[in-house]
């Protein structure tokens, strides 16, 4: 048996469709079951933080998402661990590198988590990967009420990773031998702008698509509305620092998976009618 927490989540609800079509035991643990809407053949499961002890029963490996853990993932640990889990993969961020601002929230957030992982006796896998393709769902809101995208620095260079990808490497950290210990950085297979991804999205729905950039000041609070300040901050930051920057680019998908990682263009068609009114 396989718990995958945050399974309502884009890579934990694409890793529990993997999972069930492998014929594998899993236990989707989510807060609000009534509306998970995962495929049939998961055991569904109610997260509740102050209800630990009975999530893990007969569970041997656990998939980790760091919000999934509801601010508690020391004491999800030694559930865990108290009821025979071996192995955790993690979600973590490819923010966590060398020379990485340690003081940035999310480095902070990721960093932690991956220290209590190791801190828990736990064989373990972390997934790094950098910029989610997924990420394009901000844009959503505007592309379906007209056809000018407003957001932060049109030409910040990212390499999205497609969720499936993300989940497809999780699988596979999973399910097979020698990932234990290991650290998976993961990438889409090619540098991308904002420009760039508003043009594919166009093409998925059919439409013309123009992205026009503003200020920082502007576009945090349009596009992450329930986000912490502090959390927004670094977010933009980290978008600033990648104006003009070629990214990282791994083959990590590929090597895991033993298929490439998608592109962009991709990840659009396959989300096309999540921007379609």
Do not use: C
Not at 35 to 62: N, S, W
Not at 97 to 116: K, S
Not at 150 to 164: I, K, Q, S
């Amino acid at each position: 048996m396989i718990a995958v927490t945050g399974a309502t989540g884009n890579v934990g609800r694409a890793l529990v469709g993997r999972l069930v079509a492998a014929g594998r035991p899993v236990r989707a643990l989510t807060r609000a079951p009534e509306r998970a809407g995962l495929p049939d053949g998961a055991e569904v499961v109610r997260f509740r933080p102050d209800g630990l002890d009975a999530l893990f029963d007969g569970v041997d490996k656990v998939f980790l998402y760091v919000q999934g853990a509801g601010g508690r993932m020391p004491e999800l640990l030694a559930a865990a661990r108290a009821a025979g889990v071996r192995q955790a993969v993690l979600l973590s961020s490819g923010i966590i590198q060398d020379g990485a601002d340690e003081t940035h929230p999310i480095h902070a957030m990721h960093a932690g988590a991956e220290r209590q992982i190791r801190d828990s006796g736990l064989a373990w896998t972390f997934l790094r990967p950098n910029a989610f393709a997924a990420n394009a769902l901000q844009w959503a809101p505007q592309i379906r009420s007209g056809d000018t995208v407003r957001g932060v620095f049109a030409d910040m260079l990212t390499a999205p990773v497609h969720e499936d990808d993300i989940a497809a490497v999780a699988e596979r950290a999973l399910l097979d031998d020698g990932h234990e210990g290991a650290v998976h950085r993961l990438t889409g297979p090619a540098a991308t702008t904002n420009t760039d991804q508003i043009a594919a999205i166009g093409r998925a729905v059919g439409r013309d698509l123009a992205f026009v950039e503003v200020g920082p000041e502007e576009a945090g609070p349009l596009l992450f509305p329930r986000t912490p300040p502090d959390v927004v901050r670094g977010l933009l930051k980290t978008f600033a620092d990648t104006v003009g920057v070629a990214p990282e680019i791994t083959a990590t998908v590929e090597e895991v998976t033993g298929r490439p990682a998608r592109a962009f263009p991709q990840w659009a068609a396959d989300h096309a009618a999540d921007f379609r009114s």
